[in-house]
Nanobody, 121 residues
């Protein structure tokens, strides 16, 4: 059974940092691209960042470029999202998403349960 378990969310002040983790199991982790997607209150889904299976290619939405960094450890089956310079508009539920191939150009087939990030003073 494919499982994606996010952790690391919480309450942080504007300008602060958080590191989200996504622990994966139930599939060959190094065969799949992974993305982070978020959903703010009352808003739709927003793709944030993706990393290919080997970790050599990453891409970012303009809204987080320069502030967020995605990385992965294929030995430990985990993906990270380092979030710096957080803003109130980053408040959302953050989801880890598996792609059904090596690249983040492949479709998304499994989602984690999400972790809440709240940026507020």
């Amino acid at each position: 059974e494919v499982q994606l378990v996010e952790s690391g969310g919480g309450l942080v002040q504007p300008g602060g940092s958080l590191r989200l983790s996504c622990a994966a199991s139930g599939f060959t982790f190094s065969d799949n691209g992974i993305s982070w997607v978020r959903q703010a209150p009352g808003a739709g889904l927003e793709w944030l960042s993706g990393i290919n299976s080997a970790g050599g290619y990453t891409n970012y939405a303009d809204s987080v470029k320069g502030r967020f960094t995605i990385s992965r450890d294929n030995a430990k089956n985990i993906v990270f999202l380092q979030m710096n310079s957080l803003k109130s508009e980053d408040t959302a539920v953050y989801y880890c998403v598996k792609h059904d191939g090596l690249s983040t150009q492949n479709g998304m087939d499994y989602w984690g349960q999400g972790t809440q990030v709240t940026v507020s003073s």
